[in-house]
């Protein structure tokens, strides 16, 4: 599977950006797709995660409430909804797949995308 992120940007605090992740192939629905993000000299940290029927979803408790993931199973494309954005959110944003596994762990995904800029600065 070969993933495409993209939607990044340069926003101020308190604005929004929506982030997309396509996939190359029909059998996108097999694998649950997740967000992580690293700033620059930090690990890269779990976001949010979708199941494969995007029925659940669970998210890093920093951005709860402010973050909604979903997907569009028929475009095969999973969507990254942020809102309330703070400083703090500056990151690279990836997206990645993986068709079983611990969600929230970085070694779990087999598949990643190049990752997609998000800068939140007044």
């Known amino acids: 599977v070969q993933l495409q992120a993209s939607g990044g940007g340069l926003v101020q605090p308190g604005d929004s950006l929506s982030l997309s992740c396509a996939a190359s192939?029909?059998?996108?629905?097999?694998?649950?797709i997740a967000w992580f993000r690293q700033a620059p000299g930090q690990e890269r940290t779990f976001v949010a995660v979708?199941?494969?029927?995007?029925?659940?979803?669970a998210y890093a408790d920093s951005v709860k409430g402010r973050f909604t993931i979903s997907r569009d199973t028929a475009k095969n494309t999973v969507y990254l909804q942020l809102n309330n954005l703070k400083p703090e959110d500056t990151a690279i944003y990836y997206c990645?797949?993986?068709?079983?596994?611990?969600?929230?762990?970085?070694?779990?995904?087999?598949?990643w995308g190049q990752g997609t800029q998000v800068t939140v600065s007044s």
């Open positions: 979708i199941n494969r029927s995007g029925a659940q979803t």
């Open positions: 192939q029909r059998t996108f629905s097999n694998y649950f």
């Open positions: 990645a797949a993986a068709a079983r596994g611990q969600m929230q762990l970085v070694g779990t995904y087999d598949y």
